[in-house]
């Protein structure tokens, strides 16, 4: 058996003196004595893995319904990505992968069903009520609503994890986060960047002619294959090489001038700890030029993906259905699980049925909806 703080030496060793070092955590909610040989975060990274809302990823949308195909990502295979990213930035930093880890599966937890569109419509659902948000709702999940110990919710994580994630649904907060937190939020945007510019091409939303237009793709296709750019249109196998070439193109380029950029910041003020990191204000940046290219795209997606008619008509129906189950639901709470019936004494019957509804797949959501609306049933199941 390895000894008791082995993962402690690790991380001396392994990690830069501005890392979040598992020793110097914060600790729990509740007190937990130590692992004999998983470090806090890795035990974080656990719990997260193993809950029912991460397994959840898999039934929620990123962009792109279930119906669309198999081959654009889902909440899951997306969160798979940033973690991937996260993890790589994170090891050429020599920060704690654990931590990034842990950060980067849990980010996405609290996103509702129907994407960014079920989003919209909670929060105007519940606009008085303490609003709702997809970030805010990860801590309530994992403090909460997830049930993994006899003797109370939630599943304990530690300080650095909460506040992490809470960081996320407060960007304007002047605090400056620790680097594991920032290099996630990074990873995040350049993952959905590239992934879904490679799910709209895949899916026929977008074509070549069009984004070839855009200075960034110009540039990156010019690298990949020296100013003769494919034709790659269809579905043939040309297509989809020429595709993939380009999706790791835009990562390939984005990861690697951030980690340049954010090892020269590093170097220059050199802080002692990761307090000193904070309280410098540091924030790791990708160059200018890069930051501009992928403001440049985002803006493009925005115009020509998210807002494409094929997935506003899909948005529009989705969340007429979430309207109708709110509405419903929140005039007799009594129908709701005994779990969430049992939030009415703190909470409105509104938020109560926020975090119900929040909690579901897509699927679940659409099979609540016959239940409830088309079958008038007057029993609503739990997810738990
Ligand atoms: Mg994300």
């Not at 914060?26 to 991460?54: C, K, M, T, V, W």
């Not at 930093?93 to 509702?112: S, V």
């Not at 003769?228 to 990562?251: F, N, Q, S, Y």
Request: one cysteine or more; hydrophobic letters at 40%; aromatic letters at 8%.
């Amino acid at each position: 058996m390895p000894t008791d703080n082995a993962w402690a030496e690790r991380e001396q060793l392994l990690l830069a003196p501005y890392a979040m070092f598992s020793a110097n955590s914060q600790g729990r909610e509740r007190h937990e004595p130590p692992h004999p040989y998983r470090s806090p975060f890795q035990r974080d990274r656990d719990r997260i893995l193993h809950s029912a809302a991460f397994r959840r990823l898999s039934g929620k949308m990123q962009v792109f319904t279930g119906d669309m195909g198999d081959y654009h990502r889902t909440r899951l295979t997306h969160t798979h990505e940033v973690a991937s990213i996260a993890r790589t930035m994170g090891r050429v930093l020599r920060l704690n992968e654990d931590l990034i880890e842990a950060l980067a599966l849990m980010h996405d937890i609290g996103h509702p069903p129907y994407g960014h569109c079920g989003e919209d419509i909670l929060q105007r659902c519940l606009a008085e009520h303490g609003g709702f948000s997809h970030n805010a709702f990860a801590l309530v999940l994992c403090r909460h609503l997830e049930r993994r110990y006899t003797d109370y919710p939630g599943l304990n994580l530690t300080a650095e994890v909460l506040s992490g994630q809470a960081h996320r649904s407060d960007k304007d907060s002047s605090e400056t986060p620790l680097l594991e937190v920032q290099v996630v939020d990074t990873a995040d945007s350049f993952a959905y960047n590239a992934h879904d510019l490679d799910d709209a091409l895949k899916l026929g939303l977008l074509d070549w002619k069009t984004i070839i237009e855009l200075p960034v793709i110009r540039q990156l296709t010019e690298r990949v294959w020296d100013g003769a750019w494919p034709t790659a249109e269809g579905d043939g196998e040309h297509a989809a090489t020429a595709r993939r070439a380009l999706v790791h193109a835009v990562i390939d380029s984005q990861v690697a001038d951030f980690v340049q950029q954010a090892s020269t910041q590093l170097g220059q003020i050199a802080p002692a700890d990761c307090t000193a990191a904070r309280q410098a204000g540091l924030r790791l940046r990708a160059s200018p030029e890069v930051r501009a290219q992928h403001e440049e795209l985002s803006a493009f997606l925005f115009q020509n993906v998210y807002r494409h008619p094929r997935l506003v008509a899909i948005r529009e129906q989705a969340g007429e259905r979430l309207q109708q189950l709110f509405d419903s639901l929140a005039e007799t709470p009594a129908r709701l699980p005994k779990r969430f019936q049992q939030l009415l004494g703190e909470h409105a019957p509104e938020q109560a049925v926020g975090y119900y509804l929040a909690g579901m797949t897509d699927r679940f959501c659409d099979e609540l909806y016959q239940r409830l609306i088309v079958q008038r049933q007057t029993v609503a199941p739990d997810w738990a």
